[in-house]
Nanobody
Framework: VQLQASGGGLVQTGGSLRLSCVPSGRSFSGYGLGWFRQVPGKEREFVAVIGWNSGKTSYADSVSGRFTISRDDAKTTVYLQMSSLTPGDTAVYFC?????????????????WGRGTLVTVSS
């Protein structure tokens, strides 16, 4: 199983960036596919999740209204559209998958994790 994340980079405050995650290696029917982020020395933080089948979404309060999680109709890719970025959003962003769906993924006990992609927001 692989979760291939990409799209990180350097952006100025107020800018936008879109991350992509391509899951493969098994069926993700019923899974929640989500994004987490981590700053060195700090706890990993839940960002957003989408139900692979349902399309139901949920967000952390810190990103609600600025970030949008989505998936394509063919269910091949999960996206995280990030807008109004601030230096506080600087982190390594990870894609993850949880068989429990969207309800419990925020606890971080996911089944699968991808390699992170670095997002740096300059002031």
């Amino acid at each position: 199983v692989q979760l291939q994340a990409s799209g990180g980079g350097l952006v100025q405050t107020g800018g936008s960036l879109r991350l992509s995650c391509v899951p493969s290696g098994r069926s993700f029917s019923g899974y929640g596919l989500g994004w987490f982020r981590q700053v060195p020395g700090k706890e990993r933080e839940f960002v957003a999740v989408i139900g692979w089948n349902s399309g139901k979404t949920s967000y952390a309060d810190s990103v609600s209204g600025r970030f949008t999680i989505s998936r394509d109709d063919a269910k091949t890719t999960v996206y995280l559209q990030m807008s109004s970025l601030t230096p506080g959003d600087t982190a390594v962003y990870f894609c993850a998958a949880d068989h429990r769906g969207t309800s419990f993924i925020a606890d971080g006990k996911c089944d699968y994790w991808g390699r992170g992609t670095l997002v740096t927001v300059s002031s």
